[in-house]
């Protein structure tokens, strides 16, 4: 069973930094990303990295949060960086394997990220 466990999640001022880890089981991805839900807001992707190295990042956080991936260990991490209020949200993990003609996408329990003030 495919596995994917976030940590790193917590309480910081604005302007503080946070790093989320996510440790992934079995085999590697092709895409891993993380995600975010604030309440009454819809799920966004905050950032993203395939097994290239090809990053990509959701406006709002460019040039403060920055994605990076340790394929040896299957760990996908998401150092950010001037955090403000607006981006409090449980953060998720999410990764996907493709095959010819299957996609499987997975997704971790997600960490709570709360920005004060």
């Known amino acids: 069973q495919v596995q994917l466990v976030e940590s790193g999640g917590g309480l910081v001022q604005a302007g503080g930094s946070l790093r989320l880890s996510c440790a992934a089981s079995?085999?590697?991805?092709?895409?891993m990303g993380w995600y975010r839900q604030a309440p009454g807001k819809q799920r966004e992707l905050v950032a993203g990295?395939?097994?290239?190295?090809?990053?990509n990042y959701a406006d709002s956080v460019k040039g403060r949060f920055t994605i990076s991936r340790a394929d040896a260990k299957n760990t996908v991490y998401l150092q950010m960086n001037s955090l403000k209020p607006e981006d409090t949200a449980v953060y998720y993990c999410?990764?996907?394997?493709?095959?010819?003609?299957?996609?499987?996408?997975?997704r971790g329990q997600g960490t709570q990220v709360t920005v004060s003030s």
């Open positions: 999410n990764g996907v394997r493709v095959a010819p003609g299957i996609k499987l996408e997975y």
């Open positions: 079995g085999s590697a991805f092709n895409f």
């Open positions: 990295i395939t097994s290239d190295g090809s990053v």
